[in-house]
């Protein structure tokens, strides 16, 4: 897989670093956000602004997208074209997979404004749309050529975001353990700027992961599923933003790997008692492990519809043995309803 070149900026890039054509895909909230964003993306003769979201990457909303992209980009030349994508991971995935198929396949800097998609989503290049309910049912394995992260666009983001973001720096630090984890464990508060000051650190943490296996071949890359499992059934069940949901999701597979005794309880101690994980959100103690016969239907429901299911009823679940070793184990969807079932008894239990 083609390797992005990645930038960190303070301030936005100039346009002439960024290619010869260009076309602006950007979240249109970001001209509001940020006075320098609106002055910049002014320079941009062929600019697109889209409303993010999951309706962005609704594959019935694309036809017409694609129409209006295709006219503003008529006399430009498929060599010299790059769509530059600034937004959140939802316009990066609907931005991505244009350029990977307009004039089949033109230059792509993403140039992400989420933490999420800064941390996450940029990298790597997975593209992709929705269809029907149904999320990333299509796509293309894309990576950008540049992918510029510009402090000044992130922290255009409201202070709150950086919790948000938290759950996948946690996430991708536990992944690679090392300096990264000792580091970040020592942490008493979570904020921008501590994001901005380990965001490369947990970027090449993400690329070591994808660069083993670029297109999901081979498994390995399924590790950065690390906390979603049950992040994904918390996030639809009770509508929480993903980097929140996954950060309760990691605090569930924490305590399942000691229950399966694939991580020790001295090594959880460990863990639980760092500063940082102070920030750590249990879906416990928030009450959000229910085990009402219907709740649990549904939330067996959501585990069956998620993507990472085997057959029919199995999952590969991404347990954590100590930072920087993740281990993945097949478990069945009634598995993981009983843990959430004895994690709650064990809570309650005290
Ligand atoms: N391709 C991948 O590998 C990958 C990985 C993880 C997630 N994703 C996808 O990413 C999406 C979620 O990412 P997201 O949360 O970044 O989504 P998003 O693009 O929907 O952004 C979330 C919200 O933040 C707003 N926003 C964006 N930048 C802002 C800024 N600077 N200031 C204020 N508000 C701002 C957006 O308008 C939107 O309302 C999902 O669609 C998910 O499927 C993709
Ligand atoms: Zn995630």
């Not at 083609?2 to 670093?17: I, V």
């Not at 029907?132 to 409201?158: E, H, V, W």
Request: glycine share 8%.
């Amino acid at each position: 897989m083609k390797k992005s070149t990645l930038l960190f900026t303070t301030a936005l890039p100039s346009l002439t670093d960024l290619g010869e054509e260009l076309l602006l895909i950007y979240d249109e909230v970001l001209p509001r956000k940020s006075a320098a964003f609106k002055k910049w993306s002014q320079k941009f003769s062929l600019k697109y602004g889209v409303k993010a979201g999951e309706t962005l990457k609704s594959v019935d909303q694309f036809p017409q997208h694609i129409r209006k992209i295709v006219q503003l980009c008529e006399n430009t030349s498929s060599r010299r074209l790059t769509i530059v994508v600034a937004g959140g991971g939802s316009v990066g995935d609907f931005g991505g997979f244009v350029a990977s198929i307009l004039k089949r396949g033109v230059k792509l800097v993403h140039m992400p404004s989420t933490w999420l998609a800064a941390i996450d989503s940029a990298h790597g290049g997975k593209t992709a749309l929705n269809v029907g309910g149904a999320k990333n049912q299509i796509g293309t394995f894309y990576p950008a050529d540049k992918i510029i992260l510009s402090r000044q666009l992130l922290m255009s983001q409201p202070e709150a975001r950086a919790f948000e973001g938290f759950g996948e720096l946690l996430k991708i630090s536990w992944i690679q353990g090392g300096s990264l984890w000792q580091e970040l464990s020592k942490e008493f508060e979570i904020t921008s700027s501590v994001l901005w000051k380990y965001l490369a650190r947990a970027v090449d943490a993400k690329y070591k992961v994808v660069s083993k296996d670029p297109e999901e071949k081979s498994g390995h890359r399924h590790i950065l599923n690390l906390g979603h499992t049950v992040g994904h059934v918390l996030e639809s069940y009770y509508k929480l933003p993903h980097g929140v949901a996954i950060n309760y999701g990691l605090d569930f597979a924490l305590r399942y790997s000691v229950q399966l005794k694939i991580m020790s309880q001295g090594e959880y101690e460990k863990i639980s008692h760092a500063p940082v994980s102070g920030y750590l959100l249990s879906p416990l103690r928030d009450d959000l492990l229910q085990t009402k016969a219907s709740v649990l239907k549904e939330f067996r429901q959501l585990l069956l519809s998620d993507k990472k299911k085997t057959k029919s009823q199995t999952l590969r679940f991404v347990f954590l043995k100590r930072p920087g070793q993740c281990v993945v184990k097949e478990v069945t969807v009634d598995e993981v309803l009983m843990e959430i079932c004895r994690q709650k008894e064990d809570e309650l239990n005290g």
